[in-house]
């Protein structure tokens, strides 16, 4: 892929993210308020990030809703719209792992009705659970 090529996915990707992030659901509006700010376990959150991967000779992206490099941990919020793209989302979960990445999912449901149990699933994936990370 030639350097403009590149130049312009990126440019596309965060136009992108930061429209998702102007529209974002309720839910993800409720959880980036206990992701923000390292609140959770001393842990950097992005939202609405960009991540990039080439696997045929053709870089592309895709946006995780929230996404903490650290772990290498995918939060994923999925409203009605998922349930139209189970496929894709297999696809992008395959592409994840093959990344070394990991990636939970939580319905908006979930994370409106029962954010304590969400939280508690989101720290049992951290990867060192008992000793928050400093600030950087």
């Given amino acids: ?22 529209n974002s659901t309720e839910a993800e509006q409720l959880l980036w308020k206990f992701l923000r700010n390292r609140k959770l376990e001393g ?16 870089e592309s992206f895709f946006v995780a809703d929230f996404y903490c490099h ?6 994923e919020v999925d409203g009605e ?24 999912r939580f319905t908006n449901e979930d994370v409106l009705n ?8 989101i720290k049992n994936n951290l990867l060192v659970n008992s000793t928050p990370r400093p600030f950087s």
């Fill in 43 to 58: 842990r950097k959150f992005l939202r609405q990030h960009p991540l990039f991967y080439d696997l045929t000779g053709r």
């Fill in 114 to 121: 029962n954010l304590s149990k969400v939280i508690k699933e």
């Fill in 1 to 22: 892929m030639s350097l403009n090529k590149k130049r312009e996915l990126r440019v596309l990707a965060k136009v992108v993210c930061k429209d998702l992030r102007k």
């Fill in 70 to 75: 650290e772990e290498r941990l995918i939060i």
């Fill in 81 to 104: 719209y998922h349930k139209y793209r189970l496929t894709e989302d297999n696809i992008r979960g395959n592409i994840v792992n093959y990344l070394g990445m990991r990636i939970i």
